[in-house]
């Protein structure tokens, strides 16, 4: 019988330029287990850990799973929006033509194969192209405002990297949950912060968050090159930091060291310095589309490429040019 073939973004090797790495080429379509689902991809986007599995970098992340010499997966796109095609047999969740959301591994291509768990109903009140936008970003968004930091309404909350995939996600949900929202953005893009409903912008060009009389009960930190001593003066007493992650050049650690110094001082402390790693689950998926169907939270989407131009759309984003999101359409 003759082979399926799809349309596919596949890589051979780790490295840190996407042009050079990633390339269109006619693969064979992915097979499905008996618990797993065929999905058809009509959009994937891109955040800052498409980069990282792309490159391979930090280190420490092959160990992880990715793969030591090679990148495992093929193709670094997991993030989905698409229609079910077919269905395993022990698959009770989904059937062909529901219109889906989450995660996979090799989303920048026609078809993907996921598991239930990590996929939902997408948003009725979505495109595709939107849809795509939420998972990763958001999980994480809803995770470290909601069970991290334990966001309660009329908190202070204060979002580092608000203009951001995740931050865009989480100024608008900690909002939901009735929190008084700063966001920090460069001057660009103080306009999208405060669009998003954010109640205060600091433009970290021209001001400190950490002036003034101003202390916050949670911090999410996206932007990772704040140190904590400074990042603490900003949070109250008893206030909680969650550092989300941040872009630095280390190949080794990558903000890794900050996040240990965080874990070993929290318990000497009155405040609480965390960290986390988002998990990519079905039901925080659902409780999202709550959340967006409510008209609480939108993806702010800054553009989208042809799947061709993923390459080109990983590099907009390790250019620090991107406003909230930006997707793939397949
Ligand atoms: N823990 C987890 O499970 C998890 C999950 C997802 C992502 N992450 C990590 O979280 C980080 C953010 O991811 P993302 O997808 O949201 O990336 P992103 O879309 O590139 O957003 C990062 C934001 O950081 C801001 N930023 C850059 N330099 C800054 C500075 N000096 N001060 C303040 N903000 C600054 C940028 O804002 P401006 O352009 O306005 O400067 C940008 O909007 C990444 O490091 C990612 O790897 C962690």
């Given at each position: 019988?003759?082979?399926?073939?799809?349309?596919?973004?596949?890589?051979?090797?780790?490295?840190?330029?996407?042009?050079?790495?990633?390339?269109?080429?006619?693969?064979?379509?992915?097979?499905?287990?008996?618990?797993?689902i065929?999905?058809?991809?009509?959009?994937a986007?891109?955040?800052?850990?498409?980069?990282?599995?792309m490159?391979?970098?930090?280190?420490?992340?092959r160990?992880?799973?990715?793969?030591?010499?090679?990148?495992?997966?093929?193709?670094?796109?997991?993030?989905?929006a698409?229609?079910?095609?077919?269905?395993?047999?022990?698959?009770?969740?989904f059937?062909?033509?529901?219109?889906?959301?989450?995660?996979?591994?090799?989303?920048?291509?026609?078809?993907?194969?996921?598991?239930?768990?990590?996929?939902?109903?997408?948003?009725?009140?979505?495109?595709?192209e939107?849809?795509?936008?939420?998972?990763?970003?958001?999980?994480?968004?809803?995770q470290?405002?909601?069970?991290?930091?334990?966001?309660?309404?009329?908190?202070?909350?204060?979002?580092?990297?608000?203009?951001?995939?995740?931050?865009?996600?989480?100024?608008?949900?900690?909002?939901?949950?009735?929190?008084?929202?700063?966001?920090?953005?460069?001057?660009?893009?103080?306009?999208l912060?405060?669009?998003l409903?954010?109640?205060?912008?600091?433009?970290?060009?021209?001001?400190?968050?950490?002036d003034?009389?101003?202390?916050?009960?949670?911090?999410?930190?996206?932007?990772?090159?704040?140190?904590?001593?400074?990042?603490?003066?900003?949070?109250t007493?008893?206030?909680?930091?969650?550092?989300?992650?941040?872009?630095?050049?280390?190949?080794?650690?990558?903000?890794?060291?900050?996040?240990?110094?965080?874990?070993?001082?929290?318990?000497?402390v009155?405040?609480?310095?965390?960290?986390?790693?988002?998990?990519?689950?079905?039901?925080?998926?659902?409780?999202?589309?709550e959340l967006?169907?409510?008209?609480?939270?939108?993806?702010?989407?800054?553009?989208?490429?042809?799947?061709?131009?993923?390459?080109?759309?990983?590099?907009?984003?390790?250019?620090?040019?991107?406003?909230?999101?930006?997707?793939?359409?397949?």
């Open positions: 019988m003759a082979v399926e073939t799809m349309r596919a973004i596949v890589q051979d090797d780790y490295g840190s330029a996407p042009e050079e790495v990633l390339r269109l080429a006619e693969v064979a379509r992915p097979t499905i287990g008996d618990d797993e065929l999905v058809h991809v009509r959009a986007s891109v955040d800052r850990g498409t980069w990282h599995i490159a391979g970098l930090p280190y420490p992340i160990v992880a799973g990715f793969g030591l010499r090679r990148p495992k997966s093929l193709n670094p796109g997991r993030c989905l698409g229609t079910v095609e077919s269905v395993g047999k022990k698959v009770t969740e059937k062909p033509g529901d219109e889906v959301y989450g995660t996979c591994e090799g989303s920048f291509a026609e078809y993907a194969s996921a598991r239930a768990g990590r996929l939902a109903l997408k948003p009725a009140n979505l495109s595709f939107q849809a795509a936008a939420v998972p990763i970003s958001a999980l994480t968004a809803l470290g405002v909601r069970d991290q930091a334990q966001v309660q309404a009329g908190q202070r909350v204060l979002i580092i990297g608000a203009s951001g995939g995740v931050g865009t996600f989480a100024v608008q949900i900690a909002k939901a949950f009735g929190a008084e929202v700063t966001g920090v953005s460069s001057t660009a893009k103080v306009d912060v405060r669009a409903g954010a109640d205060h912008v600091v433009d970290y060009t021209r001001d400190d968050f950490a003034g009389e101003h202390r916050y009960d949670a911090i999410l930190d996206t932007g990772g090159n704040r140190r904590l001593s400074h990042l603490r003066r900003a949070l007493p008893r206030g909680r930091l969650v550092l989300v992650g941040g872009e630095t050049d280390g190949r080794w650690l990558g903000g890794m060291d900050r996040v240990l110094r965080a874990k070993l001082l929290s318990p000497l009155s405040q609480k310095l965390g960290t986390f790693i988002g998990s990519e689950n079905a039901k925080d998926l659902a409780a999202l589309r967006v169907e409510a008209g609480k939270v939108a993806p702010a989407v800054d553009r989208t490429y042809p799947l061709s131009e993923a390459p080109a759309a990983i590099r907009y984003l390790q250019d620090g040019h991107a406003r909230g999101k930006l997707v793939i359409t397949v």
